[in-house]
């Protein structure tokens, strides 16, 4: 019942920005935190970003994304955003948007521990 699906990713140049969403149908969005994930070839999947349900929304970023990714969420809307700024080569990947709907400890970056996840959406970047 509950779906994810992203939209945005494009093929770009370094530098560029990019807005990605994540829109949830289904479910009880205002009740999960959510989460986004990225795989590149060859390479395992890894924690992007996270932000909270509410409880002020707390956000949580993976260090090799640094100040350049910015993660949001509106309710009303049931979706998810990540905006990504200043690519590079190395952010070429895969991106997931996961939802987390236990009620107890925050795995906020535990990939195994979301329980839903959309189809992902492709960002390349080209030098």
């Known amino acids: 019942q509950v779906q994810l699906v992203e939209s945005g990713g494009r093929l770009v140049q370094v530098g560029a920005s990019l807005r990605l969403s994540c829109a949830v149908s289904?479910?009880?969005?205002?009740?999960?935190?959510m989460g986004w994930f990225r795989q590149a070839p060859g390479k395992e999947r890894e924690f992007v970003s996270a932000i909270a349900q509410r409880e002020g929304y707390i956000k949580h970023y993976a260090n090799s994304v640094n100040c350049r990714f910015t993660i949001s969420r509106d309710n009303t809307k049931n979706t998810a955003y990540l905006q990504l700024n200043g690519l590079k080569p190395e952010d070429t990947a895969l991106y997931f948007c996961?939802?987390?709907?236990?009620?107890?400890?925050?795995?906020?970056?535990?990939?195994?521990?979301?329980?839903?996840w959309g189809q992902g959406t492709q960002v390349t970047v080209s030098s």
């Open positions: 996961a939802a987390y709907t236990n009620k107890g400890r925050w795995w906020y970056d535990v990939e195994g521990r979301y329980e839903y």
């Open positions: 289904g479910g009880t969005f205002e009740s999960y935190a």
